[in-house]
């Protein structure tokens, strides 16, 4: 191990305790985008943390919703590195099934339980307290730290592209975006995550009458719950799996390039494990085609269907309307517009469009990073430093607003940092304790790569 990276070990080592408490403190500030309880107060203690810790320059901008703290650390080094994150969490409920409060980060054994800790206040917090690190050893940074923190991730990050628009020229150039994130699912085995796919979210309505109608007469009427039915069964058979060809014919993915990673994926982000989390006892694949399928392939998920009544006893009715919520996520050379053209050809083909409402709601494209590229090869080098092995991902099954940096900007970006949690979007939300110092020097050391 070299002197320098050393030093960083050693000083996030002795200040262990205080980096841990950093962090509950923030987790201990409600920050809940779809109610906005607590936003404005988290945005604006991070802006004066930045500006009172590091010496920088923040500001919180509004571009019609929750503030974006838009910082700056370092002198004019010509060179930059975004720091990307989201201060933002989902709603805590149902609060009975916490075995902590969601707010107040208690240490309960080896992991600190609340709301955010996993997804991802914990290691936005940490990214600061690296970069501090960094600058309590070594000075200022080897570049020009641009912080962008957003406050609605969770609802679709509505104003990071206009952020993008605003912001973008300052931006571009930048080496890489950081987004510090625990990526270790088997605790000791970090990834670094280079890509995700695309999303469009919609919901397809069909009403046939103003009021629900007596089912004797249900022979002469069109039924809304069949009329959506029909739509789903030519997108998803139950046993072969999605029926989009008109997507499949673009797909592209895996490239050989992927396949070079596919025992990472293996390794790192067991399927096992993912199926006994859930519950899921027969899954529609399994092996490399499980891998194959979900990490590289288009998809297409009914997430809710509803119509009718379900409530107890009888009641016999020819349902009014129906309505049903679909999401698709996209791989590299799909667009938003392949999916929202897709379908609407399809319900043309059936017949049905004069019965039928689509509503798209989130639609956003695919990022990927190349394995092969510069800020990759950072990212692993920082491991390597501190002796660990990261395993590389170069898609994740997931969705995020990644493309607006990637291919707007032009600016590779690495997701990735040791530390394990678990339980997002969930009660007892948690990340382990050790996470927390391991984050911090991970960043101080990915920063002091740059002066290679």
């Known amino acids: 191990m070299d002197e320098r990276t050393r030093r960083i070990l050693e000083y996030v080592l002795r200040e262990r305790d205080r980096l841990v408490e950093e962090v509950r403190r923030l987790l201990r500030m409600p920050s809940i985008s779809a109610t906005g309880e607590g936003v404005e107060e988290v945005a604006s203690y991070l802006a004066e943390w930045v500006k009172e810790r590091l010496g920088g320059t923040a500001t919180l901008l509004r571009y019609g919703g929750h503030p974006i703290m838009y910082g700056r650390v370092g002198g004019s080094t010509g060179r930059k590195i975004v720091f990307y994150n989201m201060y933002d969490v989902q709603p805590p409920e149902p609060l009975d099934e916490w075995e902590a409060p969601p707010f107040e980060a208690r240490i309960v054994g080896d992991r600190i339980i609340a709301r955010g800790a996993y997804n991802t206040k914990a290691g936005l917090m940490s990214m600061l307290l690296g970069l501090e690190a960094y600058m309590n050893l070594y000075g200022d940074p080897p570049l020009d730290v641009y912080i962008v923190f957003e406050g609605e991730e969770e609802l679709g990050s509505p104003s990071l592209p206009k952020f993008i628009e605003d912001k973008g020229e300052e931006l571009k150039g930048a080496e890489m975006v950081y987004f510090a994130f625990p990526t270790e699912r088997i605790p000791g085995k970090p990834a670094i995550v280079l890509g995700n796919k695309g999303i469009v979210f919609m919901e397809i309505r069909c009403k046939t009458s103003k009021y629900d109608v007596h089912s004797s007469f249900s022979r002469g009427l069109y039924n809304p719950a069949a009329i959506l039915a029909r739509i789903v069964s030519h997108l998803i058979d139950p046993l072969e799996g999605p029926r989009i060809p008109w997507l499949e014919e673009k797909t592209v993915t895996p490239t050989e390039e992927d396949l070079k990673y596919l025992d990472d994926i293996m390794e790192a982000y067991p399927a096992e494990d993912l199926l006994d989390l859930y519950g899921v006892a027969r899954p529609r694949l399994r092996g490399r085609d499980w891998y194959i399928a979900v990490y590289f392939k288009p998809t297409v998920n009914v997430d809710g269907f509803h119509s009718g009544y379900t409530g107890p006893g009888t009641k016999t009715i020819t349902p009014a309307e129906a309505m049903v919520r679909l999401?698709?996520?996209?791989?590299?050379?799909?667009?938003?517009?392949?999916?929202?053209d897709g379908v609407r050809s399809l319900i043309e083909r059936l017949g049905l469009q004069d019965f039928v409402e689509v509503e798209v709601h989130d639609a956003y494209t695919w990022s990927?990073?190349?394995?092969?590229?510069?800020?990759?090869?950072?990212?692993?080098?920082?491991?390597?430093?501190?002796?660990?092995?990261?395993?590389?991902i170069p898609m994740i099954p997931g969705s995020a607003p990644s493309?607006?940096?990637?291919?707007?900007?032009?600016?590779?970006?690495?997701?990735?940092?040791?530390?394990?949690?678990?339980?997002?979007?969930?009660?007892?939300?948690?990340?382990?304790?050790?996470?927390?110092?391991?984050?911090?020097?991970?960043?101080?050391?990915?920063?002091?790569?740059?002066?290679?």
């Open 403 to 452: 493309y607006l940096f990637t291919r707007k900007l032009g600016i590779p970006m690495v997701d990735t940092a040791p530390g394990h949690g678990g339980r997002a979007h969930a009660p007892n939300e948690y990340i382990t304790v050790e996470s927390i110092p391991s984050m911090t020097a991970y960043t101080a050391v990915l920063l002091d790569t740059f002066n290679e």
């Open 368 to 392: 990927k990073t190349s394995p092969d590229s510069p800020a990759a090869e950072r990212a692993r080098r920082a491991y390597t430093r501190m002796g660990i092995r990261p395993y590389t």
């Open 327 to 340: 999401d698709f996520r996209l791989v590299p050379n799909i667009e938003p517009e392949d999916v929202v």
